[in-house]
């Protein structure tokens, strides 16, 4: 079922660096990232606190608390906190501790587009394991844990990819399960370009948690910024990062909005190092006709929401077509 949404959901998330001397700053700008993504969703909120230890193929809680409104639950290889409604009430200092002590963050607000927003099941970050995953190396894959901002043509990707049955009604957990089988870049761009509709990810493969992958598909928005001790950072809106110096310590060094059509793998070179973009490729990403609409830039400043459309370089895809296989390369 799609629900009609005010306004588009939020994402954000830390790479950090290991010589980095004051995570605990890096950890203020995560939380402040968070409550500014309030603007983009107060549906439902999370984050997923990676521990840098490889994990399996099961993606079963081990332990941990949930009811209808909130969860807390550990799996193998990352912690993730989330419940209805906005990022405020989610977030809890007690958390503070394993936030300094992450290798890697994924947060995400949320309006619900598709699934019903009463369902924890619904909520990011969402955590796929290797037995839901769809694609070459399903077989062997651990999964992944991922968040979308975004809304797809979830049935034309279901009818292509052909994954498992998914545990929620949201068109992000298809994707997650294409994506957690893909590995190399040529699969993964692939699979961004049988997107349909408006698309930013962030993600981790559990087999490989100290590297993040970054995607802006066609229209939804995405920024990666670096700070002065080489943390690197993403988010939906550009301003929060002005705004999160302005209430941190934290001083960004760059901060850019990524084009559409962009994939990167972030992380470390060699282990220890400080993290880097480690592969970057581009691809045509395919959105449909009324997906450019003004509420994706919900929050952004009039210059940069003009900026960023100015950029746009998606397929549009001819009414009743949801595959963008022979789409005429008509550009937004």
Known sequence: ?????????????????????????ASDVVVALG?????????????ALLTGRPAGRDAAPLEGVADERSSDLL????????????????????????????PIVLGHTRWATQGTPHSLDNA???VVGGAAAAGPLAARAAGIVATHNGDIEAGALRARYGPPPPVGGTDSEPIFQVLAGRASVPDVTAALTALVGRAALAWVERARPDVVHL??????????????????????????FRLAERHTSVRFATVVMLREG???????????????????????????????????????????????????????????????????????
């Open 262 to 332: 962009t994939y990167l793998r972030l992380g470390p070179p060699a282990p220890g190092a400080r993290p880097e973009i480690l592969t970057g490729a581009g691809f045509t990403p395919t959105a449909r006709a009324f997906d450019l609409d003004d509420r994706v830039w919900t929050g952004f400043t009039p210059a940069d929401a003009a900026r960023d459309r100015s950029s746009l370089r998606h397929r549009v895809a001819p009414l009743g077509v949801d595959d963008p296989a022979g789409t005429p390369a008509t550009v937004a």
């Open 75 to 102: 799996h193998d290889g990352c912690r993730v906190v989330k419940g209805r409604g906005a990022f405020s009430a989610v977030w809890r200092p007690d958390l503070l501790p394993e936030l300094d002590a992450a």
């Open 215 to 240: 995607a802006r598909a066609a229209v939804s928005p995405l920024t990666v910024a670096v700070d002065d001790e080489q943390n690197f950072y993403w988010a939906s809106n550009p301003k929060w």
């Open 1 to 25: 079922m799609r629900y009609v949404s005010s306004s588009m959901c939020g994402l954000f998330g830390l790479l950090r660096s290991p010589a980095a001397v004051h995570p605990e700053r």
């Open 124 to 126: 990011s970050p969402l």
């Open 35 to 47: 409550t500014l993504a309030e603007e983009r969703g107060t549906d439902s909120a999370g984050l």
